[in-house]
């Protein structure tokens, strides 16, 4: 996907400023997982979401493929019931696991760009 910016008016003292929106996250999501199912590179897929837009190929992909599972995985905090209900299974990542999981403060890539967390992820 990729971020647009959007101007947002302060109702206090009607500032405009940026912010940004992420677009197609979903839709490539989608598109990668049916790709995927089409051809035949998975017997489970795990989808680390709770986004309801994806509700659309979880289904058909249990539909068209019924030899396939959709396994959600939700992240801390999070939960579709819509998703759940669609899936094979389903599963919470809990805190702790979820901590485990996370890329360290900064990674450099390797043209030397450093990417770093933002202060209030941490």
């Not at 101007?7 to 912010?19: E, F, P, R």
């Not at 089409?38 to 680390?48: P, R």
């Not at 819509?82 to 890329?103: M, Q, Y």
Request: hydrophobic letters at 40%.
């Amino acid at each position: 996907g990729r971020y647009q910016s959007n101007d947002v008016t302060c109702n206090k003292c009607g500032h405009i400023m940026l912010k940004p929106n992420e677009k197609m996250t979903d839709v490539n999501i989608a598109i990668q997982m049916l790709n995927d199912a089409y051809k035949d590179t998975f017997d489970t897929a795990i989808l680390v979401s709770a986004d309801s837009d994806l509700s659309g190929v979880v289904t058909i992909i249990r539909k068209a493929f019924t030899d396939k599972k959709v396994i959600l995985a939700f992240p801390p905090d999070r939960f579709s019931f819509e998703l759940s209900k669609l899936a094979s299974g389903f599963f919470v990542i809990g805190r702790a696991n979820f901590a485990k999981s996370v890329f360290p403060d900064t990674v450099i890539k390797r043209d030397g760009y450093a990417l770093k967390i933002p202060e209030k992820w941490k």
